[in-house]
């Protein structure tokens, strides 16, 4: 897993050439030198591949406990309310919009559980252990129905999860989070801060995210086009700036890169001496403030790098990844777009012209929003769920074969969001809550397995009381370090560093989760 | 703060007069005008005329923060009067005749008399929007619904909205209302936010019932939640200068807790569509009166939550099912909207809002409280007129000093500079009806009014760039920066060229409809020197740097105006044309421009 020191150096050596010639060198000019640097790169690329999904997942309708104990509360917690949120059990045919279900006894919607049928199992082959307050033998999970794309890929062990992760300072407990006597992740529930905490460890405001203090550690592998280091095709993102790594940004087009059209012309307004000042002025980094300066060094970023990637996207290794299949709206039956498999698509492009620019390591940044589900729940996140399903299905595909190269194994996706939602419905929807499970795939992860605690579940009722849980909220047992910790090991970096990246992972006992191999 | 003729008495000596007055602070300016104290309730006699005209530079300044962008017209006309008196005569000018909503529905109807199920979509209210920010006189009124817009947030991305005629009608509506309170009070804004039924869909409180007996299924804490951290309170409790109060461990203070939006969720149970007949199916959505979108909601007793509600140190007594009635409903909702809005963190809140909205992103601890001061007293013991509060934002010496400093001002934002760009240079509707659609695009400008991505706006007030850019370093906050990106970038650039060159919006027969022919710009072409003037006068309040100048005049003068014989007028307009187009073209792709000081 380490890196060839002599091969690494011979590599930094050939990139160190390369950038001496700047970006307007012709790309097959700077193929040609990469030649044996390209080989190596081929031979030891990684990525990671942030899925982000704003306004917070209700991961409880994601992935399921199934044993009778857990069934039961959740379907007593989400079997209620002027729309019910509960899926199905396991083995519950499909139902026909239209026609009475016979578990419910509710006439079903096109959108209602009932139509897509029973949860789907999926095992784990590492046992989950119990957890206190659960009485049940074993532990058995499902995905959501329109999952269905990602059974496969879980059987075939290059698709896992990680249960109940959450922000956390130091290990909590129910008593302690009731208290407040532990630490606590600032504005818990709060979209925006959490959003920030998952990506940068600080609310609202923070400047470094995890990352690309990642990519910090990789920018001198990458050589000439370091400023590849850190993608995103989802916008401005606090999780992909470092110290010293930038975030990158595409767009999804073919040439991913926007030029600056008056500033790069041969004229503007008949004049070529127009297009020399408009460039001037634009990139004119003296200004007086900040923000004009700042504003200068993002014009000059954009134009710096556009025709090299523009370039580099024009080659076949780019241009043959193939296009996301169709896409149906399990909800309308419509043949819709998918623009998270689209930015996917981009990501893969990126990814096969590893050797092409020069690249070692890689950290991405995707999204979908739409996941804050206080109403409609089972139009909104059936629908959301598909397009993910849709969405890592084709990825995962595009990525057995890139150029002839089986990539899988040197990229690694996975999931995020602001938080779960409460266990209990408010009738249609759920609110903002804590702890979540995230998917991980990847042929590198050890998948087919539930990674972490998957928690107790239900609402303190009676005698029952749920040591996971205060009120309908899950208070996580795996914290963001852990999980991100556990990846950036695999990608290469170094422990002590990974105690700057992660502030609070010397808090907890397990800094390597186990779900990399 | 309501003695606005005032400060003319003291003409000469203005800025210097109106630094003491405002940081001494609001409630001396009657005394020192002469009016003889006692709140400034008194009419001062009328001033004698101005000795002195407003330089065009300052004022172009001013209406650079103030409005949508400062016109020939407009500089002109205030150069003859003062900053108070244009805030007076703008705060007493009324909403536009002809509101969103009538446009729409004037839309629809068109639509419909030729197709009867014909529908509108997102597109007219945007026309709508940039028809009134473009050319209605009441440019204060109009920039405070947009910072409105942007704080009390809906969105037409969201298609329960966006999705049908009668949700286009909404939003229209809703933006009305924002538009009517522009200077109205805090308290009486966020009641008509709280009951619009467009704001009740977007944050999903709409039909919202009352939690079950057995206490598994809960009340929708959606609008609780964002109502407190997004248009009120914020999640920490702040000092009246706006920074963070801290405890004994140097810790920030939460406002309030996951208990407080609990309980004041169920304040917002019960409330739905209006009908005149209300039933179980009309709170449900079921037989909508036509008018349910542009009308407030109403009470529904029976879905309302009876168990006692105790929130930010207010508790409402529990009743029972049988004694809530509309009026119980409507007593509780007016005090826990008076809790909101008497929450001692609305003053900086509010003021720090507004300011990063119109003046500068990073406010001094000093100006916030000045202006928060005003917020809860007006100097006639009113809390929360806004009128007050925004003459406040702008006449301060902060706003009106001239700017020093590395970091005083803000990014313009997007739409704000094409709106600059259709004032200044006399840019024209050919339809009437501004037909510039969605521009969200991060290709185009990354920013559609009223289309926000999410409650949390295009931006964040507390946005901070990366730390590997210098504001990031420094640790100060940028708002429309979270949008700044390599694509971004280029896309403002590039939709500029185009807009300058050919014009924006819907083409007919390959013609945008929304354009400029630069008459006056083209009667100065010859004369680059008076082309860039005009540039320095219009876009740049008169502090276009030299270095820039330089290289738009030769640019210019790089397009030669051709001569001779042979030459025909049509060639001599093309190239006037030219020159005037980079000239625009330049000046407002540089950061001269989109940086506001």
């Known amino acids: ?517 | 703060m309501t003695d606005s003729t005032c400060p003319a008495d003291h003409r000469p000596a203005r800025r210097q007069a109106w630094r003491s007055i405002l940081i001494a602070g609001l409630a001396v300016l009657a005394a020192a005008c002469g009016g003889g104290g006692g709140g400034g309730s008194q009419t001062p006699p009328t001033p004698p005329p101005p000795p002195v005209r407003l330089g065009a530079p300052e004022v172009a300044r001013f209406l650079t923060q103030a409005s949508f962008g400062p016109t020939d017209a407009g500089i002109e006309a205030l150069r003859d009067s003062s900053f108070e008196s244009w805030i007076t005569q703008q705060i007493a000018a009324p909403p536009p005749t002809q509101s969103h909503q009538a446009t729409v529905e004037a839309a629809l109807a068109a639509a419909q008399a030729a197709n009867p199920s014909a529908s509108i979509n997102a597109n007219n209210f945007y026309y709508s929007w940039w028809r009134q920010t473009v050319t209605e006189d009441a440019q204060l009124r109009q920039r405070m619904a947009f910072a409105y817009s942007q704080i009390f947030v809906v969105s037409l991305v969201d298609t329960a909205i966006s999705g049908s005629s009668n949700g286009i009608r909404g939003a229209a509506s809703y933006y009305d209302m924002l538009t009517r309170n522009a200077f109205s009070n805090y308290r009486t804004l966020l009641e008509e936010v709280t009951l619009h039924p467009v704001m009740g869909v977007y944050l999903t409180f709409l039909a919202n019932q009352r939690e079950d007996a057995a206490g598994t299924r809960t009340p929708d804490e959606n609008y609780a939640r964002e109502v407190m951290q997004l248009m009120s309170i914020g999640l920490y409790e702040l000092n009246l200068d706006g920074t963070t109060r801290l405890n004994a461990q140097g810790q920030p203070i939460l406002a309030y807790s996951q208990q407080d939006i609990s309980q004041l969720a169920k304040v917002f149970t019960g409330i739905s569509w209006y009908h005149p007949t209300p039933t179980n199916t009309t709170f449900l959505g079921g037989n909508r009166n036509p008018d349910s979108f542009v009308r407030q909601m109403i009470f529904y007793p029976q879905y309302h939550s009876f168990a006692q509600k105790s929130f930010l140190g207010v508790t409402i007594p529990a009743r029972t099912a049988a004694t809530v009635t509309q009026q119980t409903m409507a007593d509780d909702l007016r005090v826990a909207l008076d809790a909101l809005a008497n929450h001692p963190n609305v003053a900086p809140f509010m003021a720090t809002r507004l300011i990063q909205q119109f003046v500068t992103s990073n406010p001094s601890p000093a100006y916030v409280e000045r202006v928060a001061r005003v917020f809860n007293n007006n100097g006639q013991g009113v809390r929360g007129d806004m009128g007050a509060v925004i003459r406040a934002v702008l006449t301060d010496t902060e706003a009106r000093s001239a700017p020093s400093g590395d970091s005083f001002g803000k990014l313009r934002e997007p739409v704000i500079r094409l709106t600059n760009w259709a004032r200044a240079f006399g840019a024209t509707s050919a339809s009437g009806n501004w037909l510039i659609g969605s521009t969200s695009s991060n290709q185009v400008l990354g920013q559609t009014p009223l289309a926000s991505p999410s409650v949390f706006n295009f931006w964040r007030p507390g946005f901070t760039p990366a730390g590997t850019t210098l504001l990031g370093a420094r640790g100060l906050r940028a708002p429309e920066f979270q949008i700044v990106d390599e694509v971004s970038v280029a896309g403002y650039i590039n939709t500029l060229q185009t807009a300058v060159a050919t014009g924006i919006g819907v083409a007919t027969a390959g013609v945008p409809d929304v354009r400029s022919a630069y008459g006056a710009e083209v009667a100065v072409a010859d004369n680059a020197e008076a082309l860039v003037d005009r540039m320095d006068r219009l876009v740049f309040y008169g502090a276009l740097p030299a270095a820039t100048r330089t290289r738009i005049v030769e640019a210019v003068n790089s397009i030669a105006i051709p001569s001779g014989a042979t030459v025909t007028q049509a060639q001599i307009d093309a190239a006037r044309l030219n020159r005037v187009r980079t000239a625009i073209q330049l000046s407002l792709a540089s950061p001269d421009f989109l940086i506001q000081r």
Not at chain 1, 32 to 60: I, K, P
Not at chain 1, 279 to 288: G, K, L, M, Q, W
Not at chain 1, 384 to 396: I, K, P, Q, S
Not at chain 1, 427 to 455: I, K, S
């Open chain 1, 1 to 517: 897993m380490g890196f060839d020191k002599a091969s690494r150096r011979h590599f930094l050596k050939t990139a160190g050439a390369l950038s001496m010639f700047g970006a307007a060198t012709p790309l097959a000019m700077q193929l040609a030198t990469l030649g044996s640097a390209s080989a190596q790169a081929a031979s030891d690329y990684r990525a990671l591949v942030c899925l982000f999904m704003f306004g917070g997942n209700d991961s409880h309708n994601m992935l399921l406990a199934t044993d009778s104990d857990s069934w039961g509360r959740y379907w007593s917690a989400r079997n209620t309310g002027s729309d019910p949120i509960a899926l199905m059990p396991v083995g519950t045919a499909p139902v026909t919009p239209g026609q009475v279900a016979p578990l419910t006894g509710r006439t079903v919607n096109n959108d209602s559980p009932e139509r897509f049928g029973g949860v789907l199992p999926v095992n784990s082959v590492i046992p989950n252990a119990i957890p206190v307050g659960t009485n049940a033998a074993t532990r058995t999970f499902a995905l959501h129905p329109v999952l269905a794309p990602l059974v496969p890929i879980w059987q075939a062990g290059r698709l896992g999860a990680l249960a109940n992760v959450g922000p956390l300072i130091v290990p909590t407990s129910k008593a302690q989070y009731q208290a407040r006597s532990v630490p606590l992740p600032a504005s818990l529930m709060s979209h925006n801060d959490q959003q920030s905490i998952w990506q940068a460890s600080a609310a609202e405001g923070a400047r470094r995210g995890w990352g690309g203090l990642i990519a910090d550690t990789m920018l001198s592998q990458n050589g000439a086009n370091s400023v590849f280091t850190g993608v995103s095709v989802a916008g401005n993102q606090v999780f992909l700036a470092g110290q010293n790594a930038v975030q990158y940004q595409m767009t999804t087009n073919a040439q991913p890169a926007v030029r600056i059209n008056p500033a790069t012309g041969t004229t503007l307004n008949t004049s070529s001496l127009a297009v020399t000042r408009m460039r001037e002025i634009i990139r004119d980094n003296a200004h007086v403030s900040l923000f004009g300066q700042d504003h200068a060094a993002f014009v000059r970023r954009s134009m710096d790098v556009a025709d090299t990637l523009n370039q580099a996207f024009s080659s076949t290794l780019a241009t043959s990844v193939a296009a996301p299949p169709a896409n149906v709206n399990p909800v309308t039956g419509a043949t819709e777009n998918n623009a998270l498999a689209t930015q996917l698509q981009t990501v893969a492009r990126m990814i096969a012209l590893n050797s092409v620019l020069g690249l070692r390591r890689q950290v991405f940044f995707v999204s979908i929003g739409g996941w804050d589900t206080h109403d409609f729940q089972n139009q909104n996140q059936t629908v959301l769920l598909g397009r993910v399903a849709h969405a890592m299905a084709y990825f995962d595909s595009v990525l057995a074969n890139l150029g002839g190269a089986d990539m899988r194994n040197r990229v690694t996706t996975f999931t995020m969001s602001d938080f779960s939602r409460t266990f209990t419905t408010n009738g249609d929807g759920t609110d903002h809550a804590w702890g979540a499970h995230h998917f991980v795939m990847g042929g590198a992860v050890r998948g087919q397995n539930v990674w972490g605690q998957y928690p107790t579940l239900g609402v303190d009722q009676g005698t029952f009381r749920n040591p996971d849980a205060d009120r309908n909220i899950t208070i996580p047992t795996t914290s963001v370090d852990q999980f991100g910790a556990t990846l950036g090991r695999w990608f290469g970096v170094a422990d002590a560093q990974l105690d700057q990246i992660f502030p609070n992972l010397r808090n907890f006992a397990s800094r390597d989760l186990g779900f990399m191999l």
